[in-house]
């Protein structure tokens, strides 16, 4: 288990058979990874990650833990979320790689907004200053990939009208943006980084 991963984790299936999201997951994560909103930082550690739901259900595919740095994904490097219980926080997935850290951060995105397809959580240091209490913002005290934090984005999904970006006020320079596919999701960050920053 990975020392970041703030839930337990219950693996009901060893692979994940093919998803028609690995090819546009791979697309999004490069460009991602060349602006340097993913990838590892100067200690080793890993940031950002990326997210397709799976059709019409809940669940959803997410790159694993610790894979921010690695170029090219295969399917051995995401996991399948089937079920979170963010009472018992727990996530129950499939494939041999751990789910992202923030994997119930995702979660909570999917059963808040039904539109939403696709989520990528990156680092931006100068838009989430810029952002943060501008946008919707989660609690300074909601830590990431917390059940705590999980709660918070659903309430702000029920507090206010969530324009598909949210800033992570205890994940300094955490970002979140959604949309309905992974083409959506980008377009929404760097339209916020051009108006922003």
């Known amino acids: ?110 059963k808040s907004d039904a539109t939403a397809g696709a989520v990528i959580h990156c680092h931006d240091s100068k838009l989430w200053a810029a952002v943060l209490n501008q946008a919707p913002t989660t609690s300074r005290a909601a830590e990431y990939g917390t059940p705590q934090l999980a709660y918070e984005i659903m309430q702000l999904f029920k507090r206010t009208d969530v324009p598909k970006i949210i800033a992570m006020a205890g994940h300094e320079a955490g970002i979140l943006t959604f949309g309905k596919d992974l083409e959506e999701a980008f377009a929404v960050l760097m339209r916020e980084r051009r108006k922003w920053i």
């Open 1 to 110: 288990m990975s020392e970041y991963i703030k839930f337990s984790c219950e693996r009901v299936a060893a692979e994940i058979t093919s998803f028609e999201g690995l090819a546009e997951l791979n697309a999004h994560r490069r460009k991602l990874l060349q602006l340097g909103l993913i990838g590892v930082d100067p200690n080793g550690i890993g940031f950002g990650n990326l997210s397709v739901r799976d059709g019409a259900t809940d669940n959803f595919y997410v790159t694993g833990s610790a894979t921010a740095g690695i170029q090219e994904l295969t399917l051995a490097d995401c996991a399948k979320v089937v079920a979170c219980d963010f009472e018992r926080n727990c996530v129950r997935y499939e494939g041999s790689a751990l789910p992202s850290s923030e994997s119930l951060t995702h979660a909570a995105i999917y």
